[in-house]
């Protein structure tokens, strides 16, 4: 068992700009962080403690657009106490880890696997005091 301290939902989308301002500004999320790192543009927003979306452009070239799959346009996220542990725990479990556990520079520790329908799931460990924090996590 994974023992979830926080459940986000992770949109890629063909407008950013709207979409953005759709979920900020309409809907009234928190906004947490935002990034342009040369892989598109994303946002990490609140809807209070737990409760995330990480809003995605789509990837230069990539193949997450819109009109893609939908296990490479919506992705959920976990967050736990110990990344390493839950990844040992599901790859015992024989789980396929998709992506391997990996040190991120934006402040977690993740791997990602795949949910029966295709739909890639991100386990993660918040390895930033600051962002736990913004987080209420």
């Known amino acids: 068992m994974l023992n979830p301290l ?3 939902a992770m949109l890629v989308v063909a407008d950013y700009a709207a979409s953005l301002r759709f979920y900020e500004t309409l809907l009234g999320l928190r906004r947490v962080m935002a990034w342009d790192d040369g ?19 789509a990837r230069p070239g990539g193949g997450d657009a819109p009109g893609a799959a939908v296990g490479d346009r919506l992705m959920l996220g976990i967050a736990v106490a110990d990344a390493q542990a839950a990844h040992d725990a599901l790859a015992a479990a024989g789980v396929a880890i998709g992506r391997k556990l990996k040190d991120n520079p934006w402040g ?3 791997f990602a696997v795949r949910d029966p329908e295709g ?10 005091a600051g962002l736990a924090q913004d987080l209420g996590l």
């Open 6 to 8: 926080e459940f986000r």
């Open 39 to 57: 892989h598109g543009p994303g946002a990490l927003l609140s809807l209070g403690p737990g409760r995330t979306l990480e809003l995605r452009g």
């Open 108 to 110: 977690d520790r993740s």
């Open 119 to 128: 739909v890639r799931v991100w386990v993660y460990q918040i390895t930033d």
